[in-house]
Structures are given as structure tokens and as C-alpha cells.
């Protein structure tokens, strides 16, 4: 099992790349393309994480839990009256 989730990581860089990357270099977006990477790069650290079973990486569900007053805070200032 591990081995599909390596390939299907793979293959989800491959599109990305083929598909995205390529796109905003020719474009010359390079702050699009900065922020796309990292937010790759982030996902591919917590998929390879997930995979070898190391738990190296904070769990994001801390948090999740710690900013949820400030969530549930900004729902009700900006809730809209019916």
C-alpha cells in the first residue's frame, strides 16, 4: 500500500508540473509559482510523512483545534442578519 501512495504522489508532481508550473513560468508569475511550490512541497513532506509512518511532522489538527475560537468568533461578528 505505501507504494501506490508513493506513485499516486509522483503522478499528482508530474501533473502539477506538466500542467501548472510550466504555465507560470512563461508567464513570468513568480510569486504564484512560489506559493503553489510551497504549498506542494508542504503536501509532499506530510504525504512521504504519512507513508514511512514516522509522525516527523507536527499534526495539523493541533492546529485546527487551537485557532477554531478565533474561527467560530469571526462566523458570528460577520454572520448576516435574515
Known sequence: ???R????????VILF???EVIRLFRRRAYKEL???G?????ALAYGIDF???????PNPNRLL????PISESFEKFFQVME
Not at 501512495?5 to 499528482?12: C, D, G, K, R, T
Not at 507513508?51 to 511532522?57: D, E, V
Not at 483545534?65 to 477554531?68: F, G, Q, Y
Request: aromatic share 12%; no cysteine.
Open 17 to 19: 508540473i506538466s500542467l
Open 5 to 12: 501512495l508513493l506513485y499516486a504522489q509522483v503522478l499528482f
Open 51 to 57: 507513508i514511512t509512518g514516522s509522525q516527523f511532522l
Open 38 to 42: 510551497s504549498i506542494m512541497l508542504l
Open 1 to 3: 500500500m505505501p507504494f
Open 34 to 36: 512560489i506559493v503553489a
Open 65 to 68: 483545534i487551537l485557532l477554531r
